[in-house]
């Protein structure tokens, strides 16, 4: 089985990546923020590098799927290959931050990927306001992520909701603005529950 988890920049997608991963016994992949070369380059001068960066990732998940697939272990995911898509390069691209010639590019490379892998058998998607999403980076205080500006998120936000708006596969909604699945077991258990309840219905 292959559950993913969506969300917007600081929603808690690793984290709870994290909780479920030991509660369940899967195996957990994660997106690739640490040895990414171009993360602090791409913040630091978006226009300058952000195909790289999404190549970078839309690389990164595309081996991550194939790897899902091949080994035949139940996994959650951080983050899908379909967001890079969906809703990071076509941002940027509407933001002046990408090229035509190269957003084109892009979608022509995502498109010839996604013919070749399947989506998840349960899309979780963590669903945050701009407030909260604000507190989780600050919180976090990752250098990279200090030039994040509200505009930013909130552009982002529209699209994710736009996205699960349409999106057509087996999908849990979770509002996270007032839980704190670290901190309250309760509220973990209730995320819990309601992936149980998801789970049985996909058998």
Request: hydrophobic share 40%; glycine share 6%.
């Amino acid at each position: 089985m292959h559950v993913a988890i969506a969300g917007n920049i600081g929603a808690g997608k690793t984290t709870l990546t994290k909780l479920l991963a030991k509660h369940y016994g899967w195996e957990p992949q994660f997106e690739d923020v640490v040895d990414n070369p171009y993360l602090d380059d791409f913040y630091t001068k978006m226009e300058r590098w952000s195909f790289n960066l999404q190549v970078y990732f839309l690389n990164s998940r595309f081996r991550q799927v194939l790897e899902i697939r091949k080994s035949g272990q139940d996994t959650i995911q951080d983050r899908t290959i379909y967001e890079d898509a969906h809703i990071f390069a076509p941002n940027l691209h509407a933001m002046g931050l990408m090229t035509n010639r190269d957003f084109e590019n892009y979608k022509s490379l995502f498109e010839l990927m996604e013919s070749l892998v399947q989506g998840p058998d349960l899309l979780i998607y963590l669903r945050s306001s701009i407030p909260n999403l604000v507190g989780q980076i600050q919180k976090r205080g990752r250098d990279y992520e200090n030039s994040i500006s509200i505009d930013y998120l909130s552009r982002l936000n529209e699209r994710y909701e736009a996205w699960i708006h349409d999106y057509k596969g087996k999908l849990l909604i979770i509002d996270v603005d007032d839980l704190n699945f670290v901190d309250k077991p309760e509220d973990l258990g209730n995320i819990i529950n309601k992936i149980d309840a998801e789970i049985n219905g996909l058998f």
